[in-house]
Each structure stands twice: as C-alpha cells, then as structure tokens.
C-alpha cells in the first residue's frame, strides 16, 4: 500500500487553554472532595451530566445541584488505542458510556478491569478521581 503524500514538521504544537468553570465550579469542588455532581434544570427538570449552566433542552438558567450515587450499567465501551495529542502519552485506555441509576448517560474511562472481561450490561461506579497534583477527574470502575 502506498503511503499518502505529506509534509513532516519539525515543529511541536502545544495547546494550553483555559476552561471557563465559574458557573460550574461546584462540580470541580466537589470532585476534590470525592463527590459526582450533575445538574437538574428547575424549569423542565432535565438531569445533565457533565453539569451546565444553562439547561439545553428549556433554556432556563434555574439549575439546581445533585449528587449522583453513581450506579450504572455499561451501554457501550471502546478501547482508545490512537489517541488526541493530549492523551498521546498515556497507555491505551477504556472510555465506555454508562446509564446510571439517576437516568443520565455519562461518557469516562473506565480502570480497573481488563478489556476481556467488559461486556454491555456490565455494572461499574462512577467515582471521582484526584490526582497526584491536585488534578481532578472522573472514571467508571467495576461495581
């Protein structure tokens, strides 16, 4: 097979950009204190993870805060072997989309368990993750 035309740089890119997280600083708060937070518009009461400020559906800026228990079954999953130039470091991962109890579908990576043993259906936690520098995140494990 013939390889496609193409110029090489000698150049790196690095991108460093700054999120805007006033109205949703809640939900970084509390990740660091091992707690999952989504929004729940007051308007239409649409629940949404990651949390907004605004909800989609209504438009209404009258959102309220709830904790996630973080029970939920695994609709689909995919191991990320090519990866975006910010994750380019890091080993092949698992990110799997999940129903939690609360009804919200929420896409993370998933840890903690080979890829053989994932299956569609398969119970898993969503949890906070804090890191090492203070950073923080949040991932499925197995339930």
Known sequence: MNKAPSL???RSLIITYNLPISKTSK???????????????????KL??????????CGSSEIEWTELIGN?????????????ASFSEEPSYIVAIAKLSEGVKVLAWLSGIKKEKLHIG??????????SDKKVAYEFVPA
Do not use: H, R
Request: charged content about 30%; proline content about 7%; aromatic content about 10%.
């Open 122 to 131: 398969m119970k898993v936690k969503l949890k906070a993750k804090v890191f």
């Open 48 to 57: 949404v993870f990651p949390p907004v400020a605004d909800c989609g559906p």
């Open 72 to 84: 939920g079954k695994i609709v689909t999953f995919t191991e990320v072997v090519v990866k975006p």
């Open 8 to 10: 090489e740089s000698n």
């Open 27 to 45: 939900f970084w708060d509390e990740l660091k204190q091992g707690k999952v937070y989504a929004t729940k518009c007051k308007k239409c009461g």
